[in-house]
């Protein structure tokens, strides 16, 4: 086993399943739970000084059914935790875990005793983040975390300092059992953390030969927001008699999550997008896709188009994606666009919309990705762009998942227009509303300045000037209106004019290039650049009508080192097609 095997946002086949042996005793429920959740009171006093010192007043239902079934069956029994994602599952395992780390530790070297498995490297990180607040007040509980793409020589020294409790993800932490810097053989309690995907991410092998190492009398918790068949076959092996604990059963739906469904042709998936996010303003928003090129490429391509977007994928080295997260949790990237194991642990607060710019395999994957909004009691949503051809799959999909969601067209200008007003008026409403008083000298010059021109000519031109040089929201071609004839091209109706330049696919040119291109000569930047189709010997792009006569001026006659990349109105016997690259 290699030390780089650990999941890096590579898009793996799902494992084969486990073969089980013969079914213990199915999970028993746990007692039912008020749906209100609890106060602190039932927390032991170390962790609830923990909870009070980041803000909690209450427990989410999971943490609360957690702590029910420790009172009635103690802090030996196999548990199955099951609840939805983003609501205090790692809280909830740390709950779990604290009976068994509160007895105090012998003056010898200290042994593992608290082993959890996660299947990515971010997951990882965040699980030992959460519990090193959480267990601040149990000294006798020292954490550590070791995962692929990290030095591993750091984590052979962190290891010699024996902690009670280890965070890992599987390559890695077989790597140091098998090298003898980690001996599992006082481990009492197991997690297995996101079991599902540890077996689509293919570690059935590693979760064969870490079980094999470990005592063979400990606690194990199986942690998933998911149980598929696979999962039950793996759980069927080495739990005994274990217990149910459902904070919000398997496959309801997240009551703090909207879901939407966007119909939207194939072509105009990127300008739905961009018109999403112009209708957020600049709220966070995650972005799933099925590989991590497709991620590279669509973060790039919203990059130029003035987005503060970043990709996130094993491609990158462990430092590398610590920044992105680090940039995505502290706003300087607003948009992360990720691969679905890639996104796994990303525990970030605020995210206001998943949007699934590409469908999700299953309903599986769905609960999972849009898990990552809508966490913790706050608001979000989770859309799909589902082109017409996908549309039977999406509902089922949706139907599986058990939620329920509206359908509508994607966007358009107007709606982004709309949206934009909407939030200026609201902004006037709230600066007005304010407590404090104008300064004297803002109102002396306020007063100079309606004494001589129409008040509302004065407000309507502030709000231009506060509105700035927005991004032009992209027409999308299922609502664009029937074009002019093209001896007489016009501005549409929405406000773009439509050009076209004697460059396609086969001499080189892709939308990014010809983005640049566009934007080079025409003197324009890319807010100002509509939907593009690259088709093989040329290729269609949109003008911003209000930059559109002085762009098509400057346009005109190519450049000395362009001379056949003629560029001309839609439709203009100008534009020919030239055949060899520029």
Known sequence: MSFSNDAQGVDLPASAALEPAAPPPAP????DLPGSGSDLEAVPQPLRDALARRGFARLTEVQHAVLRALADEGAARDLRLSSQTGSGKTVAIGLALAPGLAAPVEPARPRLAALLVVPTRELAEQVARELRWLFAGLPEAAIECVTGGTSVGDEQRRLGRGPRVLVATPGRLLDHVRS????PSGVSQLVLDEADQMLDLGFRDDLDAILAALPAQRRTILVSATFPREVERLVERFQREPLLVTGTAPGAANADIEHRVYRVAPRDRYAALVNLLLCAD?????????????????AERLAKDGFAAAAISGELAQAQRTRTLHAFRGGVV???????????????AGIGAVVHFDLPADAGVYTHRSGRTGRAGRKGTSIVLAPPSAAHRAQRILRAASVHATFADAPGPAEVEAARRQRLQ?????????????AREDRAIAAA?????????VVARLLAAARGSERAPMPL???????TPPTAPAPRADGWVRFEIAWGARTGATPQRLLAHV?????????????????????????DAAVAAPFAARTRVPGPDEPGLRLARAGSARATHRRRRP
């Open 28 to 31: 028993s429920p746990a007692s």
């Open 180 to 183: 003898g810097a980690l001996d």
């Open 282 to 298: 600049g709220e966070r928003a995650l972005v799933f896709v099925r590989t991590r090129r497709d991620a590279a490429d669509l």
């Open 334 to 348: 607003r948009v992360l666009v990720a691969t679905d194991v890639a996104a796994r642990g990303i525990d970030v």
């Open 426 to 438: 609201e902004r006037l409403a709230a600066l007005l509303a304010a407590d404090a008083p104008a």
């Open 449 to 457: 300045v309606l004494a001589e021109r129409d008040p509302v000519e």
């Open 477 to 483: 071609s299922a609502s664009a209106p029937a074009r």
């Open 519 to 543: 934007c080079r000569r025409g003197g324009i930047s890319g807010r100002h650049v509509g939907a593009i189709s690259v088709q093989p010997f040329t290729a269609t792009f949109e003008v």
